[in-house]
């Protein structure tokens, strides 16, 4: 069983910077491809970005390309996401994902599947 926590999310302005941090209980945190989701008011989850096990390979939806980076330590069980440039559109709150698997690539955390992994999330309110 692996409990995820973020943090991080909190008011800024537009064109502002916010860096998210998730935290894994799990033993085997460098086992896991992990990933961050979105949900805005009314609306579905979306896939924000992913990496894999190593580090060596991420994946970004197109609106996030350019301004948010997701990294990950693996000695201290911790993934983030550095979001850059903010928008009142990224206003969501934002989820941490996680999957077993050493084969799960970046781009495969764009699919949720029922084995995933879920934090409660952190808000995230970007105003104009």
């Known amino acids: 069983q692996v409990q995820l926590v973020e943090s991080g999310g909190g008011l800024v302005q537009a064109g502002g910077s916010l860096r998210l941090s998730c935290t894994s209980s799990?033993?085997?945190?460098?086992?896991?491809?992990m990933g961050w989701f979105r949900q805005a008011p009314g609306k579905g989850r979306e896939f924000v970005a992913g990496?894999?096990?190593?580090?060596?390979?991420?994946y970004y939806t197109d609106s996030a390309k350019g301004r948010f980076t997701i990294s990950r330590d693996n000695d201290k069980k911790m993934v983030y996401l550095q979001m850059n440039n903010l928008k009142p559109e990224d206003t969501a709150v934002y989820y941490c994902a996680a999957r077993l698997g050493l084969i799960t690539t970046a781009q495969g955390m764009a699919t949720p599947n029922e084995s995933d992994y879920w934090g409660q999330g952190t808000q995230v309110t970007v105003s104009s």
């Open positions: 799990g033993r085997t945190f460098s086992s896991y491809a």
């Open positions: 990496i894999r096990w190593s580090s060596t390979d991420t």
